[in-house]
C-alpha cells in the first residue's frame, strides 16, 4: 500500500540517496537544490510515495507566493521532478494525487514540472495526461524555465575514442590551448568562487545577457560544491585566470551549466580545454553521461544562438528534446490572472518605480 508524505530534515539522507540512484535523478530534485532556492524566497517541499517504509517515488516542490498584496496564493514549481518509474501509471497517480491535497493545504494555484525525460516518450506524455496536466508550448528557444533542447555526450568509450569522435578543429584547439600553456584546476575556496564570478559578469557584459546576484553563486558554493554535487573549475594562462566553468554532478551524470571566459586571451582556447577537462573529471567520477545543457531547437545558422549548438555540437554528443513543460492547474481562476493579468501588473508596476 502506498502513502505519500512531505518529509522533515532528519530524512535528507534518506531522499538524497533515492534520487541519486534513481535513472531520472536529477540535481535540481535534490533537498540541497531546495536550500539553494530558499536563500531566493523559496520554500521547499520534499515529497515522497512509500511503500512499506521504502521510497518508491519523489518530488521536490517549490514554492512560491504569488507576488500581488493581499492574495494569499502561491505557485508550485518541481524542477526536472518527478523522480518516479515511467511505466508505472499507479504510481504517477498516487504522486500526482497527492499534490492536489498539498496544494490545498499551501494555497498553490497550479503546479509546473518538466522532467528530463525524451519527447519521444508517448506513454509517460499519455500519463501526464490522465493525471490532469497540460502541455504549456514554450518555443524553440529559452522560453521556458528549463532548456526543452539539450546537449548529451555518452562518455563511457575511452578518452581516445571521445576525442576521435569530435570535429577535428575541437581537437586541435583542445591540444593548442595545452601547448600554450593553458592549465585547468579545481576550485579551492570561495575566492576562486569570486574569480569565477568576475569572469562570468565580463562575459555577461560582452554577450549582453543578465548574471544572478553573487549570493546566489554562494549559496550554490554553499550547499551543493561542499557537498560533492557540483564543482567550478578554472583555467590559468600566464598566471591568470581566463576561463571558468560551473558544473553539477550525480549518480552517473554530469552537467555543464554556467561558462565565462575573460576578454583576453582568447586566441589560446581555454573554453576547449576547460571542456574537456570536466568531461574527465565526470568520467573519473563515475559518470556515464556528460550534459552540456541547453541550445535552441532552432538550428537555422542564421539563429542568433547557433553559434552555442556549434559549440557544444563540436565536442560529438547528440542533441535531445525533453517533453516540455507541463502545468498541473489547481485554480483556473488565478492560473489565469498568473499567465494573462500578472504580467500585466509587474510591468506596470516597473514603468511606476522608473
Known sequence: MYTTRILDINEKHNFNKFVEKHPLGHFLQLWEWGMVKK??????????????????ASLLILKRPLPIPGIKKCIFYAPRGPVIDLED?????????????????????????????????????????????????????????QPKFVFRLDITPSELSLLSNMHQKWRYNIKLSGRKGVTVREATGKEDLKIFYDILLETAERD?????????FEWIWDFMVTNNYAQVFLAEYNGRVISATLAFILGTKAWYLYGASSNSDRNVMPNYLIQWEMIKWARKNGCTLYDFRGVSGDLDENNPLYGLYRFKKGFGGELA??????????????????????????????????
Not at 494555484?109 to 502541455?135: M, T
Not at 528534446?321 to 500578472?342: A, I, M, Q
Not at 501588473?345 to 514603468?351: A, D, E
Request: with cysteine; glycine share 8%; net charge neutral.
Open 39 to 56: 536563500g531566493m524566497g523559496w520554500e521547499y517541499l520534499p515529497l515522497v510515495v512509500e511503500e512499506d517504509g521504502e521510497i518508491r
Open 89 to 145: 501509471e499507479e504510481l504517477c497517480q498516487v504522486l500526482i494525487t497527492s499534490t492536489r491535497r498539498i496544494a490545498k493545504e499551501h494555497g498553490a494555484i497550479f503546479l509546473k514540472i518538466d522532467p528530463a525525460v525524451s519527447a519521444d516518450n508517448h506513454k509517460f506524455r499519455q500519463i501526464l495526461i490522465k493525471c490532469g496536466f497540460k502541455l504549456n508550448e514554450t518555443g524553440l528557444d529559452f522560453e521556458g524555465v
Open 208 to 216: 549582453n545577457f543578465l548574471v544572478r546576484g553573487y549570493e546566489y
Open 321 to 354: 528534446e525533453f517533453t516540455g513543460e507541463w502545468d498541473k492547474v489547481y485554480s483556473p481562476f488565478f492560473y489565469l490572472l498568473w499567465n494573462r493579468v500578472l504580467p500585466l501588473y509587474q510591468k506596470i508596476s516597473r514603468s511606476i518605480k522608473k
